[in-house]
């Protein structure tokens, strides 16, 4: 029975959903007025989202996903390293669902933060990412080149002349999590550093559709960027990899 319900599709659902609890749970505590982390800053910010992809990986793996992409850019630099494309549509269905409901949780968890806080901008933030200065073609390439880091430095950890025999059983989870960390304390400053589709698109969709006190609009002419940015970097990295053979 469990069997069944232990697959990669589920593994996906319930890896991004905990990632998205987990790193949104975290803007919100930080951005919401009379949280007890209101103003904790950036640092708490990005070791929130470091820690949720941590969490994220090793739920997506017990719960039937080996791969823990949690992230559309991941699949579809996997799907160009390994000409292998079959996951590509399951995959980023199940991580687009997961990241909506888990953002759909963080709402219903933080509800009263969100009508006490009248700033519509940081209501927004909570889902979603935008830059610090918009430049769209600037803002574009961020993420592209963000995202390439992501997916460069998981390929290295996985890599045999890295570990020959690969990474300590459970250790890759935790690497992951390190790199998500230096990412957004080095690269995340100018965009947000959203670096996974799913991870903005599908809160940004929650926020326009739920019934938020006092929201103002869900940002759509800066959209594509943070889902277009990371896609372009996994293809460059995808066929990196796959050239290199790393």
């Known amino acids: 029975m469990y069997s069944r319900i232990l697959t990669p ?5 319930m890896g991004t959903l905990v990632l998205i609890v987990l790193g949104e749970g975290a803007n919100a505590a930080v951005l919401l ?8 800053g950036w640092i708490v910010i990005t070791a929130g989202w470091a820690f949720a992809v941590f969490s994220g990986v090793i739920t997506a793996i017990a719960c039937g996903s080996p791969g ?7 699949t579809v630099a996997v799907a160009i390293r390994t000409a292998d494309y079959s996951h590509l549509l399951p995959f980023i269905t199940a991580q687009m669902l997961g990241a909506f409901v888990g953002a759909v949780l963080v ?14 901008g940081l209501k927004l933030a909570v889902f979603s990412t935008g830059p610090a200065i918009r430049k769209p073609l600037s ?20 890599a045999k002349t890295f570990a ?3 990474p300590a059983p459970g250790l ?26 799913a991870r903005d698109l599908a809160p940004r969709i929650a926020h326009a559709l739920l019934p938020i006190a006092g929201k103002g609009g869900s940002d ?4 594509a960027i943070p889902v277009v940015g990371p896609i372009l970097g996994a293809i460059v990295i995808g066929l990196f990899l796959r050239l290199t053979g790393i």
Request: glycine letters at 12%; hydrophobic letters at 50%; charged letters at 10%.
């Open 107 to 120: 709402y219903l968890f933080y509800l009263h933060h969100f009508a006490a806080t009248e700033d519509p």
């Open 33 to 40: 007025k009379r949280s007890k982390a209101e103003n904790s």
């Open 220 to 223: 759509w002419a800066y959209a």
């Open 164 to 166: 020959p025999a690969g």
């Open 139 to 158: 803002n574009l390439f961020c993420e592209a080149l963000a995202t390439g880091v992501l997916l460069l430095v998981i390929g290295a950890i996985g």
């Open 9 to 13: 599709f589920f593994g996906e659902f």
């Open 172 to 197: 890759a989870p935790y690497l992951v999590g390190i790199l998500v960390w230096a990412i957004g304390l080095s690269l995340g400053g100018a965009t947000g550093y959203a670096i996974n589709p």
């Open 68 to 74: 823990a992409h949690l992230n559309p850019a991941v």
